[in-house]
Nanobody, 123 residues
Framework: QVQLVESGGGLVRAGGSLTVSCAAS????????MGWFRQAPGKEREFVAS????????YYADSVKGRFTISRDNAKNTVYLRMNSMTPEDTAVYYC????????????????WGQGTQVAGSS
């Protein structure tokens, strides 16, 4: 099973940008679709974005479409989430996860998870 470690979280002013990373070990991520999820205090974990094994196909939640970009570097065994035009509503713990298919958007479909990285958007 692949092990995932997120990094790069922090405090960002409204309108600012941040990139979080997810480094994998144990197995190559090239055999997985990868996803980013987030969980705000008192809320359920929600889908943010997913990317296919090749990186060609991506999906986004409507709330982040046009602002966030998911990418991957299979050679570095790393997945990224670039967040632009951030708002306080983007405040959450961000998790990366490995799953079977880029079309899956339910957390239950993803088999491996990182510990999360805290992202806070200030007004």
């Amino acid at each position: 099973q692949v092990q995932l470690v997120e990094s790069g979280g922090g405090l960002v002013r409204a309108g600012g940008s941040l990139t979080v990373s997810c480094a994998a070990s144990g197995r190559t991520i090239s055999t997985y679709a990868m996803g980013w999820f987030r969980q705000a205090p008192g809320k359920e974990r929600e889908f943010v974005a997913s990317i296919s094994r090749s990186g060609i196909t991506t999906y986004y939640a409507d709330s982040v479409k046009g602002r966030f970009t998911i990418s991957r570097d299979n050679a570095k065994n790393t997945v990224y989430l670039r967040m632009n035009s951030m708002t306080p509503e983007d405040t959450a713990v961000y998790y990366c996860a490995a799953g079977p298919s880029v079309e899956r958007r339910q957390a239950v479909d993803f088999s491996s998870w990182g510990q999360g990285t805290q992202v806070a958007g200030s007004s």
